[in-house]
């Protein structure tokens, strides 16, 4: 049913340790958001945006050095080239986080309140991160690693 070319990316492994990479991204993402929206006053949207980036950022290295690491060139020039290019596919899946998370703050009435204080936001960057999450792992085996060669 698959092509032969793209079998890797049936790879449990492979797919668990991106996951597992994918819920450090989410730690991340999400520390960021909290502390930028209720400790920095930023609006919403700036703060995942900045979260989203620095998860890309560690995200990428631990991808690198764990996920992939039998993937790709080891000299600096390919390794910024990589990081250019996983920034470059992943733009996608940033696109659909931060439309998902948007579409759910901003037209989705929901509050969850704690501590006097609505985390709703929380909830829909993490369902905003799952979507976001298979898009990435098909993309970056492909293009950034190539996992089909």
């Known amino acids: 049913m698959i092509p032969d070319y793209l079998e890797p990316l049936l790879s449990r492994v492979q797919f668990g340790k991106f996951v ?21 006053n930023f609006p919403d949207l700036l703060g995942k945006a900045a979260g989203i980036e620095a998860a890309v950022i560690i ?48 037209w989705i009435d929901i509050s969850v309140i704690i501590i006097q204080t609505d985390l709703w ?17 098909t993309f970056e085996s492909i293009f950034t690693w190539k996992v089909h060669n």
């Open 20 to 40: 597992s990479v994918g819920a450090v991204g989410a730690i991340i993402d999400t520390t960021v958001l909290t502390t930028t929206t209720l400790i920095l």
């Open 59 to 106: 995200m990428f290295i631990i991808n690198e050095r764990w996920t992939f690491s039998n993937k790709g060139s080891p000299k600096k020039i390919q390794y910024i080239k990589r990081l250019g290019k996983s920034h470059v596919v992943r733009s996608g899946g940033i696109t659909i986080q931060l439309i998902v998370y948007w579409i759910l703050i901003q």
């Open 121 to 137: 936001f929380i909830l829909a960057s993490f369902f905003s991160i799952g979507l976001a999450m298979l898009v990435n792992y």
